[in-house]
C-alpha cells in the first residue's frame, strides 16, 4: 500500500483510468484507438510482469491472481461477436505479453524502454510473419480493421444523431442554425478518421502496447516487493537511443519517394510510431525547460488553445534533441 500512495500515484491512476474509459466513449477517439479493450492489454502484460516478479524471488500470490486475471482477459469476448477482430485482439495480446516477457529474460539489465521497444519488435515481426505467410493476410487484416472502425464510427454518429435530435438541441439550433452544419461536418470528419486510422493499425496498435506496458510496468511495481528493474524516470528526462532517428529517416523516404509508392503505407506507419516517440521526446524537454512560472503557464495555453502548434513544436523539439541534447546543454551552462 506505501508503493501505491508514493509520490506520484496520482498521475499514475489518472494514466490508468484515461487508459481504460475514454477508449469507450462514443467519440473520436473510438475511431482512432485500435484495440479499445484496453483492459486485456493491461491484464496480460501486468501477468507477465507478476510472473516475472515470482521469478525474482517475488510474492506467488500476486502472481497467482495477475495470471488468472491475465487468462481471463486472453479468452474474453470483444467487440460485437466472434470474428476476425477478436481473434487479432486475442493473438497480438498473448504475442504481446510473451514477447516482453522474452524480453525482460533475456535483458534483465536493461531499462524499461529498450525491453518494451525489444518486445515491439519480437511481436510484430512474428506477427508480420504469420500474416504474410497466411493467404490475403494483409488485406484481411486491414479489411477487419476498417470494419471495426467503420462499426464505431456507426455507433458514434448514432449517438451524436440521436443527440442532435433532443428538443435541447433543437432549440439551440433554432437559435444558431449553424448548429446542424457542425454535426454533420462532424460525421463526416469522424469518417475520415475511421478511413486514415485504418491504414495505419500497425503504429497505433504499437503505441497503444507500448503505453499499456508502462502502465503494467508502473503499477507493478507500486503493488510488488520484487523489483524488475531501474524505475521509469521522470517525463522531463525521458529519451532513447539516438539510432532511432534511422526509424523516422526510413519511414520518411518511403512515404515521400516516389519510387516506394508501393509501400507507402509501410513508411505512414514508421512516421507515425517514430513520431509519436520524438515527439513525446520533446514533450519531455519542453518540460525541463519550462520550469520557471510564465514558462510553464505559457507551455499550458498552448495546450488548450493551439494543441497543433504546440505538437509540432514538440515533434521539432524531440528530432532536434538527437543532435542538440538540450538538457545537457542546459546543465552544462547552468554549472558554469
Known amino acids: 500500500m506505501s508503493r501505491l500512495l508514493a509520490p506520484g500515484w496520482r498521475a499514475a491512476l489518472l494514466a490508468l483510468f484515461a487508459f481504460l474509459v475514454l477508449p469507450g466513449f462514443p467519440s473520436a477517439l473510438r475511431s482512432v484507438v485500435p484495440i479499445t479493450e ?12 507478476a510472473a516475472l516478479g515470482w521469478w525474482n524471488g517475488g510474492g506467488i500470490w500476486l502472481a497467482v491472481v495477475a495470471i488468472i486475471l491475465g487468462w481471463y482477459a486472453a479468452t474474453s469476448p470483444v467487440g460485437p461477436g466472434p470474428g476476425s477482430y477478436r481473434s487479432l485482439v486475442h493473438g497480438w495480446t498473448l504475442l504481446l505479453a510473451a514477447s516482453f516477457g522474452l524480453a525482460s529474460l533475456l535483458t534483465p539489465g536493461d531499462k524499461f524502454l529498450v525491453r518494451a ?7 510484430s515481426v512474428v506477427a508480420f510473419a504469420v500474416t504474410i505467410s ?3 493476410g494483409i488485406p484481411s487484416v486491414r479489411a477487419a480493421m476498417k470494419t471495426e472502425f467503420n462499426r464505431r464510427t456507426d455507433e458514434t454518429v448514432a449517438v451524436v444523431n440521436d443527440m442532435a435530435a433532443s ?4 432549440r439551440a439550433v433554432e437559435r444558431s442554425p449553424s448548429l446542424d452544419s457542425m454535426v454533420k461536418s462532424n460525421e463526416a470528419d469522424l469518417r475520415t478518421i475511421a478511413n486514415r486510422s485504418a491504414r495505419t493499425v500497425p503504429a497505433l496498435v504499437a503505441l497503444e502496447s507500448l503505453l499499456a506496458l508502462v502502465l503494467a510496468w508502473v503499477i507493478y511495481h507500486r503493488v510488488a516487493s520484487a523489483d524488475l528493474g531501474p524505475a521509469l524516470g521522470a517525463v522531463k528526462q525521458f529519451r532513447f537511443n539516438d539510432q532511432l532517428i534511422w526509424g523516422l529517416a526510413v519511414g520518411a523516404t518511403i512515404f515521400f519517394l516516389p519510387v516506394f509508392a508501393d ?12 513520431g509519436a516517440l520524438y515527439l513525446f521526446r520533446g514533450v519531455g524537454v519542453l518540460s525541463f525547460m519550462t520550469r520557471g512560472k510564465w514558462a510553464a503557464t505559457l507551455l499550458i495555453v498552448m495546450t488548450v488553445f493551439a494543441p497543433l502548434m504546440l505538437g509540432a513544436l514538440a515533434l521539432g523539439v524531440g528530432v532536434g534533441d538527437t543532435w542538440m541534447d538540450w538538457r545537457t546543454r542546459a546543465n552544462v551552462d547552468t554549472t558554469r
Open 263 to 274: 509501400g507507402r503505407d509501410a513508411g505512414l506507419n514508421l512516421l507515425v510510431f517514430f
Open 167 to 170: 428538443p435541447v438541441w433543437q
Open 117 to 123: 521497444l525489444s518486445a515491439l519488435g519480437i511481436a
Open 134 to 136: 497466411t493467404p490475403d
Open 38 to 49: 484496453t483492459w486485456i492489454l493491461l491484464a496480460a502484460t501486468l501477468a507477465v510482469c
